[in-house]
């Protein structure tokens, strides 16, 4: 049920996707392009709304979106009527915040123009602005490295490497080019419905190549991704080429320790000046399960940052959502096994 909280003036309701007749009067209420919106917010997982209103009609609406697993909430829509008084903005802000923190959100997400109408203290990032409303982890790395976004459904191994060296290197800015390279070299060729994501050892030589340390952590003695292929044909040729990489990379004799990490070793690893890229199932942050690589780059107070090179479309989620992800140490824990006997991979790279 939604929650309502009456002043003399006028009444907050908070809501969530589950409160239909909320939404449904507020779609009544708006401008039909806000209706639209609405629709389209009320289908994403981790939405929470904040409703003003004055004499039973709809003043202004906020609402906050997140990624399950992870401790931002980005705001996604702010409307407001002619009549709303500007400076209410700030009340709305203060509710939403206050929901956020019951969910252990630790930062509130938003562009210029929400800030400039919604009010309050925030930190310019790049491309957005950020505000904490729980405790700042005490910071744990340097410069956050660039965001790139994958271009393409197989590519999130490349991406993360591509990030990670850009994170090495303030020279570097990561581009398609450098994405595709990586792939290239790093493939395990097939895929579910095509070209395939990249396994630990083919990552590992790629960095080893442009002359960066590189360690590995892999838990699986068994080729992995096989799941993903639809045929023994193929399960044959990523076998095949896998052992071909874990050969490769031990004849360069890259450190490979072959059990599952502890969370504690990543951040240990980030100490040592190490930036690692860990191997995720996508089904605690995206509903459905999918190997999936992710850049780890910072951690402090029990709290890990990521850059994901996965913007959701169907969540429709913006650049803001993927890059310095704050996700605490239990979730990445949760998220960091894959397969069916679960295994665990990172590949750990450093100047």
């Known amino acids: 049920m939604p929650a309502s909280l009456l002043t003399s003036r006028a009444s907050v309701t908070v809501f969530t996707a589950e409160d239909a007749s909320v939404w ?9 392009e806000v209706g639209d919106r609405l629709a389209s917010l009320r289908e994403i997982a981790g939405v929470t709304g904040v409703a003003q209103y004055s004499e039973g009609r709809p003043e202004a609406i906020v609402i906050g979106q997140r990624r399950p697993a992870a401790a931002m909430m980005r705001i996604a829509l702010l409307w407001s009527a002619p009549s709303f008084i500007a400076a209410n903005g700030s009340r709305l802000l203060e509710v939403l915040e206050t929901e956020a923190l019951a969910q252990d959100i630790l930062c509130l997400r938003a562009d210029e123009d929400t800030v400039l109408r919604i009010g309050g203290q925030w930190e310019r990032r790049d491309g957005f602005l ?12 340097g410069q956050i490295p660039p965001s790139w976004p994958q271009t393409a459904g197989f590519t999130c191994g490349p991406s993360a490497l591509a990030m990670a060296m850009a994170g090495l290197d303030p020279a570097l800015r990561p581009d ?11 493939t395990t060729i097939i895929g579910p419905s095509g070209p395939g994501g990249c396994d630990p050892y083919g990552l590992a030589l790629a960095a080893h190549r442009r002359g960066l340390r590189v360690e590995v952590f892999m838990s699986s003695a068994e080729p992995i991704f096989l799941d993903r292929a639809s045929s023994e044909e193929r399960r044959g040729l990523m076998s095949f080429v896998q052992a071909g990489f874990k050969r490769e990379a031990e004849a360069a004799s890259l450190p490979i320790d072959e059990r599952a990490f502890a969370v504690e070793e990543i951040g240990q690893a980030l100490d040592r000046g190490f930036l690692p890229l860990v191997l995720i199932d996508q089904a605690v942050m ?11 780059h910072g951690h402090g107070d029990g709290v890990y940052f990521v850059n994901d090179p996965w913007i959701e479309p169907d969540r429709l989620e913006q650049k803001m959502d993927v890059v310095d992800l704050p996700v605490r140490a239990a979730e990445l824990d949760r998220m960091a096994w894959y397969g069916n006997p679960a295994y665990r991979a ?5 100047r």
């Not at 449904?24 to 039909?32: E, F, H, N, T």
């Not at 950020?130 to 790395?141: D, F, L, V």
Request: glycine content about 10%; overall charge negative.
């Open 24 to 32: 449904a009067g507020l779609a009544a209420a708006v401008p039909a």
């Open 130 to 141: 950020q505000r904490w409303i729980g405790i700042e982890p005490a910071p744990g790395h």
């Open 176 to 186: 398609r080019a450098l994405e595709v390279e990586l792939w290239r070299e790093a």
């Open 286 to 296: 995206m509903g459905h399960t999918c190997p999936h690589w992710v850049l780890v």
């Open 346 to 350: 990172a590949v750990l790279v450093g």
